[in-house]
């Protein structure tokens, strides 16, 4: 994987609040992150750990109340995230296209599917209305719709749930985007369909040069199909790196433990292990490393700094983690590595 | 189609034939039905004469046959008030009552939905607050108080505007209308709007709730994220889904106005059905009261089975399959 | 009742009362009208009803304002020379009285069929919901006058008035029981495949007494908000029916009586007569709404 020098996308210091008659919640709390050209990246988590919510910062669709507190997007060298209305809607569709979980909820039931894609080209491209609906064509040949000529003109409730999801992406290319936000792309589908949808989305993003920023709880679907990963817990990035790295060597404590909850086959662990307790709600995240109630080696750092002092994203292995163990500076760790897991 | 069709056509059979029932009831509980038909002054050999046409010696069940079978005919016998058969004059005050009911209708269409689409768009805005606190006011003011506050106002202290009956009105065919005259016109505003309160915040309030629903609806997200213009996601998808459950409630709102021009006609003395009915509940006249329930059930029926099909026409998922569209 | 009461008491409900100043203001004139309206026979400044009182000289008297007023008839006096202050605590007395009598009987009502509707099921549930389908296409004040002309012609004329009250309350029930039965039908439904419900079937128990203790405290959260905006509509109904002249007699007049009454008296110039029992409707109905509203939105978890 060659990083050119400007990222495509680059997220620094990203904070996203929701006020509430209680006070404050930080739903995102200063995470770094950058997508290059072409590159998939994999965002994973449970929920409620923020990665739906950085998806929808990035194109600029975050539902009030809550809001970018602070931090930088910066999209193709152009900061993004202080844009007026106007000159991110330009954006959306044309330059970062989206897809959401649910196709049975993402397309207006009332309209053609056809009529929503030439609406989609007409928005962002200087095309006719013919020209427009040729495109809208090949657009669903190209996703799999068999005999799209016939299918345009058929309303999303007359297909079916993978085929649905199939117009959902071809309505997200519409305008050729370099960046898709794939939000849970598969979640709602039959586990048959989801390798199809999967499949097609990689092989789409390698023909169109297409970067993706894939959302997902599936660690699978992310092994699978993105070239780095960022995992995600309470709002901050517990660890990133290149995707084989983050499953067969993973750094910080909380991926170690969902590595270990994840079966495969051939798995030579006895049992699964499992991360006792559950992650913070917004309205209490613990002092220190988002993670420490939960975590096994809280004492294996001396001072108690895990409770007191929030970690940075530090070099471990050949990923980054967020977590005091990998501080060759404050402490020698040593043992980490010893709970490498197989997947 | 055509199963669709037919199966509401049935159902509205069925509520004629309850609203039929009622009617019937009506009759037959509240005295002797050949003395409600009948002039005080008709003969013995009169009442015997009705008594076999309407087959009082048959068991029940025929009888309301026979009921139906007249009713079907316009045939409800005569009002005991005015001595007159009712049908005729159900016919001579129809379209008093019709067309302020359309009136009205139109009025809150007109202001109602874009007051609604308003309040949904700018819902944070001054202005929206204005509009909600007005509309429950509206829904608070009792329908008569609003028309006599009117004509307090805009007749009695500003002498503007008449404040009772329709003016000079034109005769064509079975139809008379006050919307050729000016004194017509002028005679039509004070009631219309009286009418029309209603209907404009109950259309505003609806509009706004479906809107603010639909705003949320994942399709109206990815309208969004597809980055189509806010005119576009609010025009062009929003309003359209919004409209498919108004359409609803307005036209049954519309049959609704009808029966609640009651109220506005005997304030304005508008000589309409309204006024008709009031008087005959007045003096317990019962062919009218029957017959203006039937009518009024009619209308109701046809309305609601116009709405089913205009439903089918706007949205194509009761085009293919049979789900109801429910959970709102 | 203790739920209901926890609900009430919920902090966030008390927080969203203490924050919202409309609701305030309507809680305390509604409060007011209450009061006004329960204690008229002994803070009302006149009797308007003691015939001895009234003296006709005092008829048509302006309100105390205005330069022909007399201060002691603060809101001017009618044709009898009643004091219209006087008439209209006495007439709330009366609105209230029939609004929230009907409401009671509506829910009454309403919360027994749809309960029944629920348990039963099959036929008579399927029979109970048409006919409440059909009722709610039609006007309720459309239903209200149909009861009210059928007791008309069922009842002699000279007994009429001594009921005319009763067949008020129960032709207002009449025409608003749908929404609640609606309402505890749907709860009933949730409730009957529990389990303690099938395994009451099961040893044979009775099992609609026990469920109707389970289903109340489940809907009445519901059933409060319907009956505080339902006491407006039934005020609205009982009035508009008094006006239209087949409501209340004019011996025990409501507030719709006064205005139906006042009305004759607008192009006199006599408007006091009419339009300060009107606003007293108005600042009843809309305290009322105002409240009802709020209570809707705060016990919906949705909008939260």
Redesign the interface.
């Known amino acids: 994987m060659t990083t050119p020098s400007v990222p495509l996308l680059q997220v620094k210091n990203l904070r996203i609040e929701f006020p509430t008659?209680r006070g404050i919640l930080v739903a995102v709390d200063d995470i770094s992150f950058e997508i290059a050209a072409g590159e998939v990246l994999g965002v994973v988590g449970e929920s409620g750990a923020g990665k739906s919510l950085t998806g929808a910062a990035v194109?600029g669709?975050l539902e009030p109340p809550g809001r970018i507190a602070g931090g930088e997007i910066i999209f193709n060298g152009k900061r993004i995230d202080n844009l007026g209305?106007e000159d991110i809607?330009?954006?959306?569709?044309?330059e970062i296209?989206?897809i959401?979980?649910?196709p049975l909820?993402?397309?207006?039931?009332?309209?053609?599917i056809g009529r929503q894609l030439t609406?989609?080209i007409e928005?962002?491209l200087a095309l006719t209305h013919t020209q427009a609906r040729t495109r809208a064509i090949e657009l669903l040949e190209e996703v799999g719709i068999p005999a799209a000529a016939k299918r345009i003109d058929h309303?999303p409730?007359?297909f079916s749930g993978g085929m649905r999801q199939r117009v959902?992406i071809s309505?997200?290319l519409?305008?050729n985007p370099k960046l898709i936000i794939a939000d849970e792309p598969t979640t709602a589908l039959d586990v048959s369909i989801q390798a199809q949808i999967i499949t097609l989305l990689k092989k789409l993003g390698r023909e169109h040069g297409t970067a993706v920023m894939l959302i997902t709880h599936d660690m699978g679907v992310i092994a699978e199909t993105a070239d780095r990963v960022a995992v995600m817990y309470a709002g901050r990035i517990a660890e990133i790196g290149p995707v084989a790295e983050v499953i067969h060597h993973p750094q910080h404590p909380y991926t170690i433990g969902l590595m270990g909850a994840i079966p495969s086959v051939g798995d030579n662990h006895e049992r699964l292990s499992q991360i006792d307790g559950s992650m913070p709600r917004l309205t209490a995240i613990p002092a220190g490393c988002a993670f420490n109630p939960r975590c096994t080696r809280v004492n294996d750092v001396a001072n108690h700094r895990c409770t007191i002092e929030r970690p940075s994203l530090l070099p471990a292995g050949k990923t980054r983690a967020a977590c005091w163990l990998h501080d060759r500076l404050g402490q020698q760790s040593t043992a980490i590595n010893q709970h490498t897991v197989t997947v | 189609m055509l199963a669709f069709a037919i199966r509401r056509l049935l159902q509205s059979v069925l509520v004629m034939l309850a609203v039929g029932f009622i009617a019937f009831s009506l009759f037959n509980f509240t005295g002797d039905p050949v003395a409600l038909m009948l002039p005080p002054e008709a003969t013995q050999a009169d009442r015997d004469e009705v008594r076999k046409s309407l087959g009082l010696d048959e068991p029940s069940y025929v009888q309301f046959a026979i009921f139906v079978k007249n009713g079907l005919q316009g045939n409800f016998g005569i009002s005991l008030r005015l001595g007159r058969p009712v049908s005729q004059l159900l016919i001579e005050r129809l379209p008093a009552t019709l067309e302020l009911a359309m009136t009205a209708a139109l009025l809150g269409l007109l202001i109602g939905i874009p007051m609604g689409i308003f309040t949904a768009l700018k819902r944070d805005s001054w202005t929206s607050k204005v509009f909600l606190t007005g509309s429950l006011i509206g829904v608070s003011l009792p329908n008569f108080l609003i028309g006599i506050f009117l004509i307090l106002i805009f007749a009695v202290w500003l002498g503007w505007l008449p404040s009772f009956g329709r003016g000079d009105v034109t005769q064509i065919g079975y139809w008379s209308t006050g919307f050729l005259t000016q004194s017509g016109l002028k005679a039509l505003v004070l009631p219309a709007i009286t009418l029309g309160f209603y209907p404009v915040t109950l259309i505003m309030r609806l509009v706004r709730a479906e809107m603010l629903e639909v705003l949320r609806t994942d399709y109206i997200k990815f309208a969004r994220a597809r980055g189509l213009t806010n005119h576009a996601v609010h025009f062009g998808h929003a309003l359209k889904n919004t409209l498919v459950p108004v359409i609803t409630i307005t036209g049954l709102q519309l049959g609704g106005l009808i029966a609640f021009a009651i109220i506005t006609e005997t304030v304005f003395q508008w000589p309409g059905m309204g006024l008709l009915f009031i008087q005959a509940v007045q003096f317990a006249d019962i062919p009218v009261m029957a017959a203006y329930l039937c009518l009024i059930g009619f209308i109701f029926v046809s309305i609601n089975l116009m709405v089913d099909m205009l439903y089918y026409v706007v949205d194509p998922r009761l085009r293919v399959d049979r789900a109801t569209l429910g959970g709102h | 009742m203790v739920d209901l009461m926890r609900r009430f008491f919920d902090s966030d409900i008390w927080h969203s009362f203490k924050r919202n100043p409309l609701v305030i203001a309507a809680t305390i004139a509604a409060l007011i009208c209450l009061f006004a309206a329960s204690l008229a026979p002994w803070i009302a400044p006149h009797n308007p009803f003691d015939l001895k009182t009234l003296n006709l000289l005092d008829a048509f008297s302006p309100p105390a304002w205005i330069a022909a007023g007399k201060s002691e008839f603060l809101l001017g006096t009618d044709d009898q020379g009643r004091d219209v202050l006087s008439t209209i605590m006495h007439g709330s007395r009366v609105s209230l009285v029939v609004g929230i009598c009907a409401v009671f009987l509506s829910m009454v009502i309403g919360i027994t069929l749809g309960l029944i509707s629920g348990y039963v099921g099959g036929a008579l549930d399927a029979f109970i919901m048409r006919v409440a389908d059909i009722q709610l296409s039609f006007p309720a004040i459309l239903i209200a006058l149909l009861i009210d002309g059928v007791a008309r012609a069922v009842i002699a004329k000279e007994n009429h008035d001594q009921v005319a009250v009763y067949v008020l309350i129960f032709a207002i029930a009449a025409s608003g029981w749908v929404q609640y039965a609606r309402t505890v039908r749907g709860s009933t439904l949730v409730e009957r495949n529990k389990e303690y419900v099938q395994a009451a079937r099961v040893i044979g128990r009775r099992s609609l007494a026990i469920m109707f203790s389970h289903v109340l405290p489940n809907v009445m959260g519901p059933v409060m908000v319907l009956a505080t905006l339902h006491v407006g509509t039934a005020i609205i109904t009982e009035a508009t029916l008094s006006f239209l002249g087949v409501g209340v007699p004019p011996t025990q007049p409501s507030l719709g009586t006064l205005i139906r009454v006042g009305n004759d008296f607008l192009f006199s110039g006599e408007w006091w007569i009419t339009v300060f029992p009107g606003l007293a409707l108005v600042i009843l109905v809309l305290s009322i709404n105002i409240i009802g509203d709020w209570l809707r939105d705060a016990l919906n978890p949705k909008l939260r």
């Not at chain 1, 809607?89 to 044309?94: D, L, P, Q």
């Not at chain 1, 909820?105 to 053609?112: K, R, V, W």
């Open positions: 008659r194109i669709l209305f809607r330009k954006i959306r569709g044309r296209g989206a959401f979980q649910d909820t993402s397309l207006n039931p009332l309209y053609t609406e989609t928005t962002h309303y409730h007359q959902v309505l997200a519409a305008a």
